[in-house]
């Protein structure tokens, strides 16, 4: 039996989303890549670079059509650091002063640490993390942002009003975010309910942004 257009669309999503998901999974609770000296979880993130080209494969898309446009693709970052750097120049400006006010006065330092919901003792800063940190970050927005931002809410659209396509990849978005405090909750770092809290927040800060 053919299934309902207006159906498609949907399972179309949540089969591509439970994939990622079960490699996220897998690597999280069985590779453990972030313990390692990679420091980042990225080999679900690459699975779901491989997903998404098959996805867009079987829907008829293109990389363009999800938003990964080559046209002005040098100025888009140029903007881009320009508005990372004023804004992290006001932040650490502001933190600094109040920090100093207060009789705590502090410093700054450039280094690389694995991502840790209990805070993280590890300080890298050899030339080859940093790398290893940019490159990860990479894969990290072209699988998030070509998934959840992309596919999601342009196949999502096609039988949806935009705003509730947006609504359901923003949910989605942060549904992937729960894994992080469900694995410290197992690992012992963290209780039943700060799990329950950190991950209702998860959800919604995730899912805002």
């Known amino acids: 039996m053919e299934i309902n257009t207006k159906y498609k669309s949907d399972i179309f999503c949540i089969a591509i989303f439970t994939l990622c998901f079960s490699a996220r999974f897998i690597e999280y609770f069985l590779i453990e890549t972030d313990k390692t000296a990679i420091g980042e979880n990225v080999f679900h993130k690459a699975t779901g670079i491989i ?4 996805a ?3 829907a008829n898309l293109s990389w363009s059509d999800i938003g990964f446009q080559k046209r002005g693709f040098v100025s888009t970052i140029l903007k881009g650091l320009l508005l990372g750097s004023v804004c992290f120049t006001i932040s650490y400006w ?5 920090l100093a006010l207060q ?6 330092e450039i280094y690389i640490s694995s991502f840790s919901l209990t805070g993280s003792q590890i300080k890298n800063t050899g030339f080859l993390f940093f790398m290893l940190c940019i490159l990860s ?4 927005v072209w699988m998030e942002e070509g998934v959840f931002r992309g596919l999601f809410i342009k196949t999502l659209s096609e039988t949806k ?3 509730q396509a947006n609504f359901i990849a923003a949910l989605l978005f942060g549904i992937w975010h729960i894994i992080m405090p469900v694995r410290n909750f197992i690992n012992g770092e963290m209780s039943f309910a700060a799990m329950v809290l950190l991950g209702i927040g998860y959800i919604i800060l995730a899912g805002i942004m």
């Open 51 to 54: 997903l998404l080209a098959l």
């Open 56 to 58: 867009l494969k079987r």
């Open 94 to 98: 502001l933190e600094l002063t109040i």
């Open 103 to 108: 009789g705590s006065p502090a410093h700054l």
């Open 137 to 140: 970050n990479v894969i990290n």
């Open 161 to 163: 009003p935009f705003m």
